[in-house]
């Protein structure tokens, strides 16, 4: 069997987006490394917040003083303008390597676990997982929702527009051609143009072309509007501090900012434990790690409820595993002795539980 190799999309920044990073997951043969051995991590966990603000723009068009004139309008954008709008927000979780919990597991000779799959900062994925698939974060993206048609069209104005020497003049030109194109769209929806059409998607068509022409044209009187959508990741927020804190800032002047950014509006994160390891004696303690010497340790997680507030409102809630609150426990060693039976599993990589227990195929 030939080493195969799986991406995983792990941040491990602890700011405000942009970088995006991704490490490899692998397959590793213990009948290929010294002693049968692996040496593997168990994750820390840690919070994400994806979060989606749309930025609208206004331009004042070129005729902006001439709309109430020339269109009867009043609500014409006089001056340019940016505000953010805070759409959502949504809450998880990714592991990163505990530095405190990194292990070296001595597999049998007759032992059915053959390959264990680690990511490549150590991270334990899957034992017999011949392609293990792990938790990725969400991506950024930057997306225009809505545009101004002159960025996708050309000029419907008249050359007479570019040569007139005054913006009055300008304006009564732009004019004349709105009125003209609502005529001839008004004559072509009455079935009064003079311009045959073979059929009603040509005459869907040339009302869409005139509709475009139009809305053009007015934007030089009312200005433009620019929509675009932007999503963010803010990682690195720690589940098992208890205190309330701003997790990141919000301005409808600027956007998302970084939580020391004091030009906007703080967005607190507040954690809950619902359920935590329970301390254990020194001699339960002793018993535990003896215990935990005989085979592949992993995570039974503890449990929180992660709110964010914005405002005094909840903006976003999610109960999250934490792999930090919860407590040690070790595999059964059956699971890969018993004759005629080979058994694969699966890890969550951000709370470091198991996700999956099944029986495989054994192996050619």
């Known amino acids: 069997m030939t080493l195969r190799s799986a991406l995983v999309g792990l941040l491990l920044t602890l700011c405000i987006v942009g970088a995006e990073g991704q490490v490899r997951s692998e397959q590793y043969f213990t009948n290929s490394l010294p002693d049968n051995s692996v040496v593997y991590a168990l994750p820390r966990t840690l919070l994400y917040a994806h979060v989606t603000i749309d930025e609208l723009q206004e331009e004042p068009g070129e005729l902006a003083l001439y709309a109430r004139q020339y269109l009867g309008e009043t609500n014409a954008i006089l001056k340019p303008a940016r505000r953010f709008v ?19 597991v001595r597999f049998r000779r007759n032992s059915s676990a053959t390959y264990v799959t680690l990511a490549s900062n150590g991270l334990l994925v899957g034992i017999n997982t011949p392609s293990a698939e792990v938790e990725e974060l969400p991506e950024t993206n930057r997306e225009v929702i809505r545009e101004p048609l002159g960025s996708q069209l050309g000029s419907p104005l008249p050359p007479e527009y570019i040569q007139a020497t005054t913006t009055a003049k300008r304006a009564e030109i732009a004019a ?14 009455s079935g009064e143009s003079e311009q045959p059409f073979r059929d009603g998607e040509a005459l869907r068509l040339a009302i869409g072309r005139l509709d475009q022409t139009e809305q053009q044209l007015t934007q030089y009187f009312l200005g433009q509007h620019t929509e675009v959508r932007e999503t963010h990741l803010v990682t690195g927020l720690d589940p098992s501090v208890r205190e309330q804190r701003v997790a990141f800032r919000f301005s409808e002047q600027e956007g998302l900012l970084h939580a020391d950014d004091l030009r906007g509006e703080p967005i607190y994160l507040n954690i809950e434990v619902l359920e935590e390891a329970v301390p254990l004696s020194e001699k339960e303690q002793s018993q535990k790690e003896r215990a935990l010497r005989r085979g592949i340790i992993y995570v039974v997680p503890g449990r929180v409820m992660v709110t964010l507030t914005y405002r005094g409102d909840a903006i976003a809630k999610q109960e999250i595993p934490v792999a930090q609150l919860g407590a040690l426990e070790v595999l059964d060693e059956t699971l890969f002795t018993t004759k005629g039976v080979r058994t694969a599993i699966l890890f969550h990589t951000d709370s470091g539980a198991i996700a999956k227990v099944q029986e495989v195929a054994a192996q050619d």
């Open 86 to 104: 805070l759409r959502n927000v949504e809450i998880g979780s990714y592991g990163t390597p505990d530095e405190e919990r990194r292990y070296s």
């Open 176 to 189: 004349e051609e709105l009125y003209r194109i609502r005529d001839s769209k008004n004559r072509v929806i």
